[in-house]
């Protein structure tokens, strides 16, 4: 859910304004992609951008480098209020179709839209900032996605490129080894390791198939937790089941 201006931390801010830097080095890669927006998340921020190509590992390096430059060159964001011609007029201009539609949407409140640059990139975005992308000290791009232009199947699939900022190195250091601590410890890698279940694509997706030492494990769980239910003078009911 997005936040409301009011509800933006600091940290809020400055993951927003790395999105920024994550779409601005991604048009000077490819200056034919179109944006769509990039606000913060719970673990830092994500950018929906439609692409000529699909993003690689290694292309998400050199967007992280292009990334870095700007931050060093220190840009203010600067926000002003347009009307919604001239926003349009401005998005237009960089063939932002994306943009364009949404100020289309917006138009007919009559309201003034706003516009937020730094160094030679402009953004349509409401929502607050840092005062310049120097203060964006350590970040980091994790991911990518498919994801639909405002959720909707029926709309253009885009990719997705998420990430995350702090304030330090040191933070943002502790993050990722806190990530990489619980990949080890995810059920799904513990259970594979230790033959106790399988997840197969035929049955369903994230659906447990149980292997003869996992069912036994399951099996002593299941016998311990009827035995305490039974002490405690609860009652067993069984359903129908159809798998």
Not at 138 to 164: E, H, P
């Amino acid at each position: 859910m997005t936040k409301t201006t009011e509800q933006y931390t600091d940290l809020d801010k400055l993951r927003h304004s790395c999105s920024h830097v994550l779409a601005q080095a991604v048009k000077r890669i490819y200056p034919n992609a179109k944006l769509g927006f990039g606000p913060p998340v719970e673990e830092g921020f994500y950018y929906d951008i439609v692409l000529p190509e699909p993003l690689s590992e290694e292309v998400l390096k050199s967007i992280e480098k292009e990334m870095d430059k700007i931050v060093r060159s220190n840009f203010p964001f600067e926000k002003k209020m347009v009307s919604p011609a001239e926003a349009r007029s401005i998005f237009s201009a960089k063939n932002e179709t994306l943009k364009c539609e949404v100020i289309d949407e917006l138009a007919g409140k009559g309201e003034p839209l706003s516009v937020v640059t730094d160094g030679e990139f402009c953004d349509l975005c409401k929502y607050p900032h840092a005062d310049s992308t120097g203060l964006i000290k350590a970040f980091k791009l994790t991911s990518i996605a498919g994801a639909y232009w405002k959720g909707d199947a029926k709309n253009q699939m885009m990719q997705r490129i998420y990430g995350t900022a702090f304030f330090s190195k040191e933070e943002m250091d502790n993050f990722i080894r806190v990530r990489e601590e619980a990949k080890k410890r995810d059920h799904r890698k513990i259970g594979k390791e230790l033959d106790f279940f399988s997840i197969q694509d035929d049955g369903g997706p994230g659906l447990i198939f149980y292997h003869p030492k996992g069912a036994f494990l399951r099996h002593l769980i299941e016998q311990f937790v009827k035995e305490e239910h039974l002490k405690r003078d609860y009652k067993f009911v069984i359903g129908p089941q159809i798998l």
